[in-house]
């Protein structure tokens, strides 16, 4: 079975343009969430969504980050335009129910790079 | 507030010796709770979980942890760590029913031979 899938799994790019990473949960999971980890904060929540709706948001810095979940088998965070701070390593994960047996999996991330 | 803490940065431990990784959540119900592993360059991978009864849980590659809800802590084990288990831990938990993980600080756990 393939894991949570993420691309691109290095991005550098110049401040100022626009950023889109891409993720692809594992198949017949119903939640995905976006992570951002970097040295100072840490692994940060972004935003997470359950059937492919987005249930919370508030862990997204501010309106240059979007995230969509146009169907269950993709999702999108976007950063437009991009600055400097935004250089992190960003985690997608996903997980089916939120009972005892719900666990997150997580991608593989990916390292962006903002000059 | 929900919170994790991971007390120890950094950890240096010899190979063939023993290894506890200290977690301490503040959480107003007793939380679901999980350690996971991050190798360099690597996504997090579970290592174990705590959701009730037993109290000292197993998990993968030989580690496991005790939870203890006097101390509001989770203690990750391993009786001989290998130059593998060189890595960073992160502890985490959620509220039992919702789906946000809380995130310790991770402790980066370095093997001398």
């Known amino acids: 079975d393939a894991g949570v899938i993420q691309s691109p799994r290095h991005e550098v790019t110049e401040m100022g343009q626009e950023v889109t990473l891409r993720c692809k949960p594992i198949s017949g999971h119903n939640s995905l969430f976006w992570y951002r980890q970097t040295m100072m904060r840490g692994l940060e929540l972004l935003i997470y969504f359950n059937n492919n709706v987005p249930i919370d948001d508030s862990g997204m810095p501010e309106d240059r980050f979007s995230a969509k979940m146009p169907n269950a088998s993709f999702s999108t965070l976007k950063i437009q335009p991009s600055e400097p701070r935004d250089s992190a390593v960003y985690f997608c994960?996903?997980?089916w129910g939120r009972g005892q047996g719900s666990e997150q999996y997580f991608g593989p991330g990916t390292r962006l790079t903002v000059t | 507030a929900q919170s994790v803490t991971q007390p120890d940065i950094h950890i240096t431990v010899s190979e063939g010796a023993s290894l506890e990784l200290r977690c301490n959540y503040s959480y107003g119900a007793t939380p679901y709770l999980f350690w996971y592993v991050q190798s360099p360059g690597q996504g997090l991978q579970l290592l174990l979980k705590?959701?009730?009864?037993?109290?000292l849980v197993q998990g993968i590659k030989g580690f496991e942890a005790e939870f203890k809800r006097s101390q509001s802590s989770f203690n990750l084990r391993k009786p001989s760590v290998h130059w593998s288990d060189a890595a960073e831990y992160f502890c985490?938990?959620?509220?039992?029913?919702?789906?946000?993980?809380?995130f310790g600080q991770g402790t980066r756990l370095t093997i001398n031979p």
């Open positions: 985490a938990g959620r509220i039992q029913g919702a789906q946000k993980l809380v």
């Open positions: 994960a996903s997980s």
């Open positions: 705590y959701f009730s009864g037993d109290t």
